[in-house]
């Protein structure tokens, strides 16, 4: 599992997912959302532009993601 730390309040799900390196683009992360392919905290979720707070899960192929508390 990797940890990765946010300046801000949130970030989105899109967002999260190139910043961690899980996607190469914009545009492959919103594929693979819409495809059901994306976990948060242990659920799927379609949801591009959903807000990401410390604590919660995100799995792509096997890739566990927490963002740091």
Sequence with gaps: ???????????????????????????????????????VNGEVCTMRGKKLHPGDRVE???NLVEIAE
């Design 1 to 39: 599992m990797e940890t990765i730390a946010i300046t801000g309040e949130f970030i989105k799900l899109d967002a999260l997912l190139k910043f961690a390196n899980l996607v190469s683009s914009g545009g492959e992360a919103k594929l693979r959302i819409a495809g059901g392919e994306v976990k």
């Design 60 to 62: 792509l192929d096997g």
